[in-house]
């Protein structure tokens, strides 16, 4: 069995998610192929240990610098509750929030305390059945998964003085991260990012098409257009607080698969101002101009309701006494006036690599996007 890295770490942790999709854009539209479904995942590990600490960390990696590791996902970390003694073959814990394998290994640790080896039987959702007792008695004890996983970048020791020092270890992950589940609605087939919570701070963003710029250097340029959609990036800081959060997020980037998917990213601009109440059985809805009717029809929109948001296709635009008159299908509720609408774009992320930073209580991301055609 591999040995366990068992040091306890110092927060933030850095995760890194690489995929890699083969994006084959043409003029009017692009196809995208995942060459690696799942992920490669990178942690890397800083440790603040004491001079015998640091000695038996560098002789433990010596030793083992091109073996394979038992890696505790601190990230993931769960309390069970209660006590847990020596004898012990059970563990009372929820284990939907967590990367729990059964047959597999697991950590059991204290607040600051090298981490003890589990051997995990089977996983059940209110529980983990344990194939061997714990081995040792921990009073509010940490529980978390663990992974194989290899060195794959020199393992870094700074000394200070009053015999503290730190270790850094950054290991890339062997066995194969489980599949994602996205938990957002859907429109036409894709993911809507819905939630309030997220913060969606726009850091940058920039508008511009792919063209060919011909200048013979007499006359005037002349511009010819690669591709026929708009190329809008922006940066996304994504932050989620507590275990349900962070899970969450991860399972749906683990669905995403890097550049392969594309989903919904509302602007939360309201730039849709109703000029009158909807009616549930209404197939249209006036609105306050903002552009010309052309740019309306074949854009998505989402209806900010306190029940839920509700999500339509223009289907076509016409002027309106009150303004424009957009075409929908019908929204099924009735929709007050003063409800905020938004457009809805449709975007992918602009890499194959995920940086995540996590936190006793949270994690946080920044990611760019692009949006996509169709």
Do not use: C
């Not at 007499?218 to 708009?230: A, S, Y």
């Not at 989402?302 to 223009?314: K, Q, S, T, Y």
């Not at 002027?319 to 929709?335: K, T």
């Amino acid at each position: 069995m591999p040995r366990l890295w068992p040091y306890p770490v110092r927060q933030p942790i850095e995760e890194v998610l690489e995929w890699r999709t083969d994006v084959l854009a043409a003029r009017a539209a692009e196809q995208r192929i995942a060459l690696r479904p799942a992920p490669r995942e990178i942690l890397s590990y800083t440790h603040v240990l004491d001079a015998a600490g640091i000695a038996r960390a560098t002789e433990l990696a010596r030793a083992g610098l091109t073996d394979s590791w038992l890696v505790p996902l601190w990230s993931m970390t769960m309390r069970p509750g209660v006590d847990l003694a020596d004898t012990d073959t059970v563990i009372p814990m929820d284990t939907g929030l967590g990367d729990w394998r059964g047959p597999g290994h697991g950590i059991v640790a204290i607040d600051g305390g090298e981490a003890h080896t589990i051997e995990i039987a089977e996983v059940f959702p209110d529980r983990l059945e344990l194939a061997s007792p714990v081995g040792i008695a921990v009073s509010k004890a940490l529980v978390a998964p663990v992974r194989t996983g290899q060195l794959t970048a020199p393992v870094e020791v700074t000394r200070r003085r009053q015999g503290l020092g730190t270790v850094t270890a950054t290991f890339t992950l062997t066995d194969a991260a489980s599949a994602g589940t996205s938990p957002y609605p859907g429109h036409q087939g894709l993911d809507v990012v819905t939630e309030p919570t997220v913060l969606r701070q726009p850091l940058s963003e920039s508008m511009a098409r792919t063209v060919d710029i011909v200048d013979n250097g007499f006359g005037p340029l002349v511009i010819e257009p690669v591709r026929d959609h708009l190329q809008r990036r922006s940066s996304l800081t994504l932050v989620d607080h507590g275990p349900t959060a962070r899970w969450t997020r991860r399972q749906w980037l683990m669905s995403l698969r890097g550049r392969q998917r594309a989903f919904w990213l509302p602007t939360w601009g309201r730039e849709l101002v109703l000029q009158a109440p909807v009616a549930a059985s209404d197939t249209s809805m006036a609105v306050a101009p903002i552009a010309d009717l052309t740019a309306y029809v074949g854009r998505h929109v989402m209806v900010d309701l306190p029940a839920g948001p509700v999500f339509r296709e223009i289907t076509g635009a016409v002027f309106d006494a009150l303004g424009y008159r957009l075409e929908i299908a019908a929204p099924g509720v009735a929709v007050p006036l003063g409800t905020p609408v938004h457009f809805l774009t449709k975007v992918r992320l602009d890499a194959d690599r995920v940086e995540l930073e996590h936190s006793a209580t949270r994690t946080e991301m920044s990611v760019t996007v692009i949006e996509v055609p169709g």
